[in-house]
């Protein structure tokens, strides 16, 4: 998540919770006044962003689920959803959330380096590296979109994205990685376009095998 896209989320948090203290006032503190067609509306509106921002699976979606879950009236259950919200906002501004969108990378990534894994168990060595280079390339624009890198060139024509090995000069060039790991990068996407483009005899098994193990130690050093 670029700073940018992280900006944009809080100020739709932000923009969430001022509107709703902004109604509450007619209210005062009497929740019991509080029409249960407002309370709804506010609780869509909380749970469709926190279910956009972290996904279904994230422990504020599921503190959410909780809450609906309970017997309390409506305008106490916005209340309390409007405190995960709260709790987001502050997880973001405070950085928190980096960490759980690494982790989801990092799951995602891997299950592809297990197809990969799977597929060259099974004979498949060019379809492995094939996936194998596509899970590298994904990595390569998580990784250009933490250092806030454009992943895409402009052009008269358009916009179009850009080359793997232009990601990857770039995140070097800006110390997201040494210049060993660049050289590397360069080595597995030559090896993938190979296997791309039919060059199957090009290459082995063997190095196939060790492309996948240092991709999976890559993108492990090298979260995004």
Same mark, same amino acid.
């Given at each position: 998540m670029s700073k940018i896209e992280n900006e944009q989320l809080i100020m739709q948090l932000s923009d969430i919770l001022d509107t709703?203290?902004? +109604?509450? $006032?007619?209210y005062g503190s009497d929740l019991n006044k509080v029409p249960p067609f407002v309370s709804h509306k506010y609780i869509a509106i909380s749970r469709a962003a926190i279910l956009r921002i972290t996904g279904l699976n994230s422990p504020y979606c599921q503190q959410v689920n909780e809450i609906l879950a309970t017997k309390e009236y409506d305008a106490v259950k916005?209340?309390?959803?409007?405190?995960?919200v709260s709790a987001l906002r502050y997880d973001l501004a405070a950085g928190y959330m980096k960490t759980a969108e690494e982790l989801i990378h990092g799951e995602l990534f891997s299950d592809f380096l297990d197809m990969a894994s799977y597929l060259l168990e099974e004979g498949y060595k060019d379809a492995a590296a094939v996936i194998c280079g596509a899970s590298l390339e994904s990595h390569l624009k998580q990784l250009a979109k933490k250092? +806030?890198?454009?992943?895409?060139?402009?052009a008269e024509s358009g916009t179009r994205p850009k $080359?793997?090995?232009?990601?990857?000069?770039?995140l070097a060039r800006a110390t997201s990685y040494s210049v060993l790991d660049q050289k590397n990068v360069t080595a597995? !996407? +030559?090896l993938r376009n190979k296997a791309a483009h039919g060059s199957y005899d090009s290459y082995t $098994? +063997?190095?196939?095998? !060790?492309?996948?193990a240092g991709i999976r130690d890559f993108i492990?050093?090298?979260t995004a």
């Open positions: 709703i203290n902004e +109604d509450a $006032k007619e916005m209340v309390q959803i409007l405190g995960v250092c +806030d890198i454009n992943t895409y060139i402009s $080359k793997a090995d232009s990601l990857n000069s770039e597995w !996407l +030559d $098994k +063997d190095q196939v095998v !060790l492309m996948i492990t050093r090298n």
